[in-house]
């Protein structure tokens, strides 16, 4: 995983953005995940965010591309947040 992944199930246009946490020990990384829906014109809807071992985020990348969930490109300004 890079420093800040997006994925978004196509059907619904439901969206996560997986970026690092800047702040946890080398030795012990997370990640934040967010979750939102972008809207065209419009702000998007930011709904939750949850903060991850770096391993759990990535299984859940690993969940949700298995399920049909596509890589793309950013939905909405990384300053925006949950």
């Given at each position: 995983?890079?420093?800040?992944?997006?994925?978004?199930?196509?059907?619904?246009?439901?969206?996560?953005?997986?970026?690092?946490?800047?702040?946890?020990?080398?030795?012990?990384?997370h990640v934040?995940?967010?979750?939102?829906?972008?809207?065209?014109?419009?702000?998007?809807?930011?709904?939750?965010?949850?903060?991850?071992?770096?391993?759990?985020?990535?299984?859940?990348?690993?969940?949700?591309l298995h399920?049909?969930?596509?890589?793309?490109?950013?939905?909405?300004?990384?300053?925006?947040?949950?």
């Amino acid at each position: 995983m890079r420093r800040l992944d997006w994925i978004q199930d196509p059907a619904t246009a439901h969206t996560k953005r997986f970026h690092i946490d800047e702040k946890s020990p080398p030795e012990d990384p997370h990640v934040f995940v967010d979750s939102g829906r972008p809207f065209p014109g419009r702000p998007p809807l930011l709904k939750n965010r949850v903060h991850l071992r770096r391993a759990a985020a990535e299984e859940l990348w690993q969940v949700l591309l298995h399920v049909g969930w596509r890589p793309c490109s950013p939905q909405w300004a990384s300053e925006l947040e949950v």
